[in-house]
Each structure stands twice: as structure tokens, then as C-alpha cells.
């Protein structure tokens, strides 16, 4: 018979320490995923480039990033950067890697919610005189955004997932701290349960605010057909 | 060190990230059938604990399910050895998205097909064994090929449980020796090639699969 002894007093102990680490957890996914977004629509921009000297390797250096897994990435960033000279804190590395690794999801998404626009706006767009630069930001991306926006949610919050990899170069994240609070108590059941239930809890209300924003956009995205 | 003397090192960490990529897949794969059509057809009860499954493990993340299947269940009498704990942790992350694989090709399935297999007097079993898997199964092969890819990559992570797979070797090597670029360099590399002969050997199998299918031809 399993015997589940979970201690209270030690929980509330623990639990103020935890909610201090999710500020750190939740810094680094916010900070990681303004930085994915911006690397990700340069990456889509430049794929989409009629140059095939741009496109080529932009296609090999996304596609590189996301067959490769991201604690190597991290470990990458946080040995290698110092060779040349770069030292990064724990928390820089972890916005770079997490900013770099989703960066190469999101592209894709970008890309293919830009192709989605019909080629008759980007037409008429030319036809209006806008310049390529206003053509995007005016009428290509805005039209693309409804479709983007889904999987760009959950994009952030697969990102959201992965921080606890952090840990691993020491950043005092959520798993790090519960790490420590367990190694110094010998338990590690209260401090590693509630994490979990931290991370699950913080999904649920990122899903639902995703689906909240997907909801402002009307169905048929801005066209007037 | 030379790179010649690297890499039958960093081969040897290859070798046991592939075992345990080999152990859990099929954990996963078997957890994904069972919770996806738990999750359609079984009674409500069932339904209940496959979603509940489905959606803590997708809703937390891989490493702490790692940590927490290691660390805690030592507390309700259950050591698992790091090996085990890996590929129990693994299977069961990966199997939850799997499921949903699972569901969302099951529903894709034309309801007409459902039909016919009701008229024709099929029963439940044969309907869903000998109609509805099958033609599932070829809309299953892509996202089940990235989650293949998803799961090679999240071997990484029982590197810090102590195994020595390929990140461990890497990292252990690097602190050794404090070539790092050279070292992580070439373990991104070496992660690379596996994810791209695994992204082939999908695009085989898909092809394979569909061989002979006229899909959708009826359906216009």
C-alpha cells in the first residue's frame, strides 16, 4: 500500500520561494519570446527573399536550430560564448537560447502565415505604390497575423515549458529553487510536486488567454470579400 | 584533443542517447493508441483519467515529469533506476501529444465511413480495427515523425539524471578538457544528422503507407 505522507508545514515553507523563482521563470519567457518573435520575423523575412544565396542558408540555419535539442543550445551558448571573449549570465544565455530556438519555430509560422495572404493584396498593395516595407506592415502582416496567432501561442507556451532546462547552468528558476529547497530537507516530494502544479496552473491560464486574443480577431481576418 | 580521439567518445554517448530514443518510443507510441482512443470511445470514467493524463503532461514540462518520476517516487517506495525513470518519463511526456495525434487523425476520418461500417453491421470493434485505423493510421505519419524528433531531442535531458548519453559525454568532455567549441559543436552536429535520418526514414514510411491511396478521391 502506498503511503502518501505529505508534509503541510514544510509546503507553506517552500511555497513563498517557489512563487519568488516564478518571477525569474516568468521574466525569462517574456524577455525569450519578444526576442523569438523579433528573430523569428527576420528569419521569415529573409527566407522569403528572391535570393537564393539568402534563402539557402536561412532554411539550413532554422532547420539546424530546430532538429537540435535546446539544453545542448543552452550549454552551447553558456561555454562557448566566453572562447570569444563573451561571458553571459545565466539568465542572458537563457533569453539568447530561448530567443534563438522558438525564433527558428516562429519563422516557419510567420512564413507560412505571410503566404497565406493572397497574392492579389500584395498586388494591389504594389499597384497602390506602396513600398515593399509599407506593403508589409500595412497590409501583408496584419492580414497574416489571425492565422499566426494560434500557434505562435502556443509556441510561447511550449517556450514557458522548456525554461526549466535553465537550470541546468544554475539560473534560480522555478526547478532550480525547488532543487535546492530538496536537496537541503531531503524531500523532494512537496517542493517538486508543487512546481509542477505551478507550471500546469500557469499553462491553463496562458491557453486561456490565448484563446481570448484569438478571439478578437474576426473570422475572416480583415479582407472584405 | 585531437578531434579523431572526440568523437568515438562522443559516438559511444550517441550509442545510448539511440537506446533510450529505441526503449521509449515504443512506450510512447503504445500510450498514445491507448490514451487518443480511450480518450473517443471508452466509457465516460476512462475518458476522464486518459484527459487528465493527457493534459498534466502536456501542460508541465518534460524535465520536471523526469525529476519528479526519479526524485519523488523514491518516497512512495518506488526506486526506479535512472535508465528506467528516463524512458518511463520520456514515453509518458511524448505519449500525451501522441494521443492527441492519435485522436485528432481518428476524427478526421470521413463520419460516411462510420456509417457504412454501422450499415454493413460491422461491429464496434471490427468497425474501429478494420475501417477507422487503417485509414487513420497514413494522417498519423507526419506529426507522428516530429514527435519522433521532439522525443530524440528530449533524450537530451537525462543527462541530468546522471546518463551518459550523448549531452552528458558532451559536457563531462568539455569540462574536461575545456575544448568546448570544437565539443558542443560537434554534438550539435551529430543531433543533426540523427533528426534528419529520422525525418527521412518518416518520409519513407509515409510514402510507403501510401502507397495504393486515393485520398480523398471519393470524398469530391
Not at chain 1, 520575423?41 to 535539442?69: G, H, Q
Not at chain 1, 509560422?109 to 505571410?114: A, E, L, W, Y
Not at chain 1, 489571425?146 to 539560473?171: C, V
Not at chain 2, 516530429?146 to 539524471?161: D, F, G, P, R, W
Request: aromatic residues 12%; hydrophobic residues 55%; neutral net charge.
Amino acid at each position: 500500500m502506498i503511503e502518501l505522507d505529505w508534509d503541510w508545514d514544510f509546503t507553506w515553507e517552500v511555497l513563498p520561494d517557489l512563487l519568488n523563482a516564478a518571477q525569474i521563470t516568468l521574466l525569462a519567457t517574456l524577455l525569450g519570446s519578444l526576442l523569438a518573435i523579433g528573430v523569428g520575423l527576420a528569419l521569415s523575412l529573409l527566407r522569403r527573399s528572391p535570393s537564393r544565396w539568402i534563402s539557402w542558408p536561412v532554411y539550413w540555419v532554422v532547420e539546424f536550430v530546430r532538429s537540435t535539442p535546446l539544453l545542448v543550445q543552452i550549454f552551447f551558448l553558456y561555454y562557448v560564448m566566453p572562447e570569444f571573449g563573451v561571458s553571459l549570465s545565466p539568465m542572458t544565455t537563457g533569453v539568447l537560447a530561448l530567443g534563438a530556438h522558438y525564433g527558428a519555430y516562429l519563422s516557419e509560422v510567420f512564413r507560412s502565415g505571410i503566404d497565406g495572404v493572397e497574392k492579389g493584396q500584395w498586388e494591389a498593395a504594389r499597384a497602390l505604390n506602396l513600398s515593399q516595407f509599407m506593403t508589409y506592415r500595412d497590409i501583408v502582416l496584419p492580414q497574416a497575423l489571425r492565422a499566426m496567432i494560434p500557434a505562435t501561442g502556443n509556441y510561447i507556451i511550449a517556450m514557458f515549458k522548456e525554461t526549466p532546462q535553465l537550470s541546468a547552468i544554475t539560473l534560480l528558476e522555478m526547478l532550480q529553487t525547488a532543487k535546492i529547497l530538496g536537496s537541503e530537507n531531503f524531500r523532494y516530494l512537496e517542493p517538486f510536486t508543487l512546481v509542477g502544479l505551478l507550471y500546469l496552473a500557469f499553462s491553463i491560464i496562458a491557453a486561456l488567454g490565448v484563446h481570448q486574443i484569438e478571439r478578437r480577431f474576426p473570422k475572416e481576418g480583415f479582407s472584405l470579400r | 584533443m585531437e578531434l579523431s580521439e572526440l568523437t568515438p567518445i562522443l559516438l559511444q554517448g550517441a550509442w545510448i542517447t539511440l537506446k533510450i530514443l529505441c526503449l521509449s518510443l515504443p512506450v510512447a507510441g503504445a500510450l498514445a493508441f491507448i490514451a487518443g482512443l480511450t480518450r473517443l470511445f471508452a466509457p465516460t470514467p476512462l475518458r476522464q483519467i486518459a484527459r487528465v493524463y493527457i493534459e498534466f503532461f502536456r501542460g508541465t514540462s518534460a524535465l520536471i515529469q523526469l525529476y519528479w518520476i526519479y526524485f519523488v517516487l523514491p518516497f512512495f517506495g518506488l526506486n526506479l533506476d535512472a535508465m528506467t525513470a528516463s524512458v518511463i518519463a520520456l514515453g509518458l511526456n511524448i505519449g500525451a501529444y501522441g494521443a492527441e495525434v492519435v485522436r485528432g487523425a481518428v476524427l478526421a476520418v470521413p463520419k460516411g465511413q462510420y456509417e457504412a461500417a454501422v450499415a454493413l453491421n460491422f461491429t464496434p470493434w471490427s468497425r474501429l480495427w478494420r475501417i477507422i485505423l487503417p485509414q487513420s493510421l497514413i494522417n498519423m505519419i507526419p506529426p507522428f515523425g516530429n514527435l519522433a524528433i521532439e522525443l530524440m531531442k528530449a533524450t537530451s535531458l537525462v543527462s541530468l539524471i546522471t546518463i551518459g548519453d550523448l549531452t552528458y559525454k558532451a559536457k563531462t568532455l568539455a569540462d574536461a578538457t575545456l575544448q568546448v567549441g570544437e565539443i558542443f559543436g560537434l554534438v550539435l552536429l551529430i543531433y543533426f544528422v540523427m533528426a534528419q535520418v529520422m525525418a527521412y526514414l518518416f518520409r519513407l514510411l509515409e510514402a510507403r503507407l501510401g502507397r495504393g491511396m486515393d485520398r480523398g478521391g471519393l470524398r469530391s
